[in-house]
């Protein structure tokens, strides 16, 4: 199995909290990918990064940020939880071009 | 953006049956195209990858083919299992390395 891992994985938060997501990879890959995922929508993604401190927004990226400092790490932020932000946020990583994709197990993320 | 659309949405059948489940794309610049599957509370696990030059990848009894002029992939599984039910996704990521998913096919086997 791919070396990634999410974490937290399960977290209930406050509406107005801030909210940090992480997470963490041992294959050295380049791409690191945030989704979300809710019923009926499948999963969409957030932002991705294909380096260190280079990211770009991906279809649902407002209310979130996300940062890259290290190769093997690429946090997710939600600067003010809201209520439409519940949802399983999975990360993903890929080395490039024609190699496959890995997910993590999913953080469970419930604002209330 | 990358459309991927996948059908049906969902398929019941019982144990035993060879099945065929469909992706199509609207942007014919890929790498490659993944299938994943997803089971009830987990994480995706990638099933195949076929490269942008092939036509077909095999895994045991899982068959991935890709016409990429077409927009198209399907995944067929022989001899379907209990065990096979689940959520199937395919991905095309772009030339920019983006990945966009459909929602998805549940499948259930029935024993």
């Known amino acids: 199995d791919a070396g990634i891992t999410q974490s937290p994985r399960h977290k209930v938060t406050e509406t107005g909290t801030p909210v940090t997501l992480r997470c963490h990879q041992t294959e050295n890959h380049r791409y690191m990918y945030w989704y979300r995922q809710d019923p009926g929508h499948g999963l969409r993604l957030i932002h991705y990064s294909y380096g260190v401190k280079d990211t770009d927004k991906g279809e649902v990226s407002d209310g979130y940020s996300v940062s890259r400092s290290k190769t093997e790490d690429f946090l997710l932020t939600l600067e003010s939880a809201t209520s439409s932000q519940t949802s399983v946020y999975f990360c993903a990583i890929l080395g490039g071009g024609n190699t496959e994709a890995f997910f993590g197990q999913g953080t469970r993320l419930t604002v209330v | 953006k990358q459309e991927v659309t996948q059908i049906p949405a969902a398929l019941s059948v019982p144990e035993g049956e060879n099945l065929v489940l469909n992706c199509s794309f609207t942007d014919s610049a890929i790498y490659n195209l993944q299938w994943f599957r997803q089971d009830p509370g987990k994480g995706l696990t990638s099933l195949l990858l076929?490269?942008?030059?092939?036509r077909e990848q095999t895994s045991g009894r899982l068959n991935a083919s890709l016409d990429k002029s077409s927009g198209r992939s399907t995944l067929y599984i022989a001899a379907s299992q209990p065990g096979d039910s689940a959520t199937y996704l395919c991905a095309a990521p772009n030339t920019g390395n983006q990945f966009y998913f459909g929602t998805g096919t549940s499948l259930t086997v029935i024993p």
């Open positions: 076929i490269q942008s030059s092939q």
